[in-house]
């Protein structure tokens, strides 16, 4: 099994349907991210949460809302999806190494979302 | 705006050459580095990292160099492989455990 699970791996949804992307980690990592991949802007962080009782925004979080519901699993939920929330949507956990200070990241395989 | 930058989408060069993908960030307060690889399908996988007490790290093939005055990092792949291609993203923290900041990637093609 992938250590970063991400379901599903496809998705066509229409305008104004709510959607929930779920990501599971098998890592035991503390800290996980959403982040969307678009052509031509690369990473951009949507949301973060460093333990099951933080969430915190990212880059661009407007019309994206999270769940933390354990430290295995994070959902991210678009309530009314719109044309441009289409795009490769990624799961990441990450663990702080504190020798190094530095801070791997393993992401999930993708999600593709299109909003039609 | 975009606090790391990649300004090449794309790169190609042949078999057994040096790969020299580009990194700019505005952002005085990153102090780590990182480069990822993804392959289509798949989620980008970490493959070097630098810290700013450091100006290079090398791990095989892969050279990492930052410049901090000048605000800026690259990666030397040599000799580059058909299997390397693929996009390469840059990303920097701001401190130990700070969530990374991607670039835009760069889409490397190496032709055999």
């Known amino acids: 099994d992938a250590d970063v699970t991400q379901t599903p791996r496809n998705r066509i949804t229409k305008t104004g349907k709510r959607i929930m992307l779920e990501c599971s980690q098998t890592?035991?990592?503390?800290?996980m991210y959403w982040y969307r991949q678009d052509p031509g802007l690369g990473l951009r962080l949507i949301y973060y949460?460093?333990?099951?009782?933080?969430?915190n925004k990212g880059e661009i979080s407007d019309g994206y809302s999270v769940s933390r519901q354990a430290q295995a699993k994070f959902s991210l939920s678009l309530e009314s999806a719109i044309p441009n929330q289409t795009a490769l949507y990624f799961c990441?956990?990450?663990?702080?190494?504190?020798?190094?200070?530095?801070?791997?990241?393993?992401f999930g395989s993708g999600t593709r979302l299109t909003v039609v | 705006d975009q606090q790391v930058k990649q300004n090449s989408p794309s790169l190609s060069v042949q078999e057994g050459r040096i790969s020299i993908l580009n990194c700019d960030y505005t952002?005085?307060?990153?102090?780590?580095f990182l480069w990822y690889k993804k392959y289509p399908a798949e989620g980008p996988t970490f493959l070097i990292s630098?810290?700013?007490?450091?100006d290079k790290n090398e791990d095989g093939r892969f050279t990492v160099f930052l410049n901090k005055s000048a605000k800026h990092l690259s990666l030397h792949i040599v000799p580059s492989q058909p299997g390397d291609s693929a996009v390469y993203f840059c990303?920097?923290?701001?401190?130990?455990?700070?969530?990374?900041?991607f670039g835009q990637g760069t889409e490397l093609s190496v032709k055999p």
């Open positions: 952002n005085s307060m990153f102090d780590y």
């Open positions: 630098i810290s700013s007490i450091k």
């Open positions: 949460s460093f333990d099951v009782k933080d969430i």
């Open positions: 990303a920097a923290s701001a401190y130990q455990g700070g969530k990374l900041i």
């Open positions: 990441a956990t990450s663990d702080f190494d504190k020798g190094t200070g530095l801070e791997g990241y393993t």
């Open positions: 890592k035991g990592h503390d800290r």
